[in-house]
Each structure stands twice: as C-alpha cells, then as structure tokens.
C-alpha cells in the first residue's frame, strides 16, 4: 500500500526591479586593523553610509572571489588568476577589469576609473577612484 502526500506549493512572490540606493549607517571598520572600530565601550562605533560604502568597496576588492564561503560567488575579485599571467600590462589589465566587474555588482556605484599600478618586485600595488551613484564625493582606493 502506497501512502500518497499532498503537498501545497506556496505562492511566488516577484522580486522588486529597484534597488535601494540609500547610503545608510553602517559598522565602522578599521582597514589597517582588520576589524571593527570600537569605543572606550567596545561598542562598535557606526560610520555614514557614504562611509560604509568606501569600505565595502575596498573590501570586496580585497576579497578573492570563491574564498569565503559567507560570501555568494557574484562578491569578490580574481586576483590570483590575474597574477598568473606572465605580461604585466596583462595581469594590470585582467586586474582593472576584475575589479570594476565586483564593484559594478553593487548598485550604488556609479563609476570605477582612473587604475594607477606600481610593482615592486613581483608585488602589485594600485589606485583607482570610485564614485557612488547621487554623490558628489569621489574616493581613491589603495591596495
């Protein structure tokens, strides 16, 4: 004897076609230190939106895409692919184009410009603007 289940199929729900744009507070994080900002309470201190949003910038071209499983796989750079090129001009540019693709996933920003690359060795460092969208302030990212 079979047992049948019926099972009810919720409804479907769409997505919202807007984004929220709004820079909005956020927890303020120390990019020397590695972690959050805190108080002489060890509250963690909050930042402006336009803050956070530097700092989610800087972050996410920090952070390897497919590294930290916390992270959905749209989140993230791929630097170590981009180092593995033999051509310098090559890996500036796979590093450019890694990093404006990351940054275009939020859609607060507006434009990622101005790529200045300097080696030191077999080491890369580099520079860029990023301007957020309804904001007149542009900001330098270093890494």
């Known amino acids: 004897m079979t047992n049948i289940v019926t099972v009810d199929v919720p409804e ?12 909005r507070y956020t927890a303020k994080w120390d990019t020397k230190r590695g972690d959050f900002v805190r108080d002489g309470a ?4 909050a930042c402006s939106g336009e803050e ?34 033999d051509n310098k001009k090559m890996v500036e540019s796979m590093v450019e184009r890694t990093i404006t693709e ?14 200045e690359f300097t080696w030191d060795a077999d080491e890369l460092h580099g520079t860029f603007l990023v301007k957020g ?11």
Not at 65 to 85: F, M, Q, S
Not at 133 to 143: G, H, P, R, T
């Open 52 to 85: 956070g949003f530097a700092l989610w910038c800087f972050k996410v071209a920090q952070t390897e895409r497919y590294a930290c499983l916390a992270y959905p796989n749209d989140i993230g750079v791929e630097i170590e692919a981009a180092l593995g090129e």
């Open 133 to 143: 969208v309804a904001w007149d302030s542009i900001f330098e990212i270093s890494l």
């Open 12 to 23: 479907f729900t769409e997505e919202l076609s807007e984004y929220d744009t709004k820079y």
């Open 42 to 45: 060890n509250r963690i201190v």
């Open 102 to 115: 990351a940054l275009k996933i939020n859609p607060r920003t507006e434009w990622i410009s101005n790529f």
